[in-house]
């Protein structure tokens, strides 16, 4: 496998994978999206918002217990991708189901609580997708590491929409859900192992 991770086609074929999605999704729109094209759309895209955001949470516990240091060069890509589905998810909403009416939209913000929650999960992203090159790394210093945390309250975020909106069929949010619990109680057992005895864990050791 590190042969492939350092590779210097890896990052393309990775981005060429993570836009399948998106092809998949734009091949459907030729043939047949069923009977409610918006709602397949705002589906697919934002279940893989939610995935994507998983999967860029998976890349730190999943390079210590396979021992594949060089994984972390994905965690940036993954997390823009998850920002990308998103950034299409909301313009399904606000393009083809509201149809640009800020009076409907704010009217589902603030009555339909899955929207609520949803578009708090999204605004969450932007601080991340903003700061994600490495001027931002270098300019915010150790609170890079501090406001990047906020991916979790994203990912919690996106997964509460996700349940609130399917209602009674909650098997795929609750798998979700099981994922990112372990996902956080990975990073919860780290900054443990990475706290000195007597003391707090060191600043951004739970990264």
């Keep these: 496998m590190r042969p492939f991770l350092q590779s210097r086609w890896s990052k393309p074929i990775v981005f060429t994978l993570s836009l399948l999605p998106l092809a ?32 860029t949470l998976s890349i730190t516990p999943l390079r210590r217990i396979l021992k594949q240091p060089d ?28 149809f640009f009416d800020p009076h409907e939209m704010l009217a589902d913000i603030t009555k339909r609580r899955f929207i609520t929650v949803g578009m ?17 790394v270098r300019r915010l210093g150790k609170n890079w590491r501090r406001l990047h945390r906020l991916i979790y309250a994203s ?31 990975l990073r919860r057992v780290r900054t443990r192992r990475s706290a000195p005895v007597g003391g707090k864990a060191p600043v951004g050791a739970a990264n």
């Design 120 to 136: 708090l999960g999204f605004v969450l992203m932007l601080p991340l997708a903003i700061t994600s090159t490495e001027r931002w």
């Design 155 to 185: 990912a919690l975020a996106g997964v509460i929409h996700y349940w609130w909106l399917v209602k009674s069929d909650i098997r795929l949010p609750l798998l979700y859900g099981v994922i990112l619990i372990v996902l956080l109680t």
């Design 24 to 55: 998949f999704l734009a091949a459907s729109l030729l043939q047949d999206l069923g009977p409610n094209p918006i709602e397949t759309i705002t589906h697919t895209t934002g279940t893989w918002t939610l995935r994507f955001l998983l999967l």
């Design 71 to 98: 994984l972390i060069r994905f965690r940036r890509m993954l997390g823009l991708f998850a920002f990308f589905y998103g950034c299409l998810h909301l313009t399904t909403w606000v393009v083809l189901d509201k």
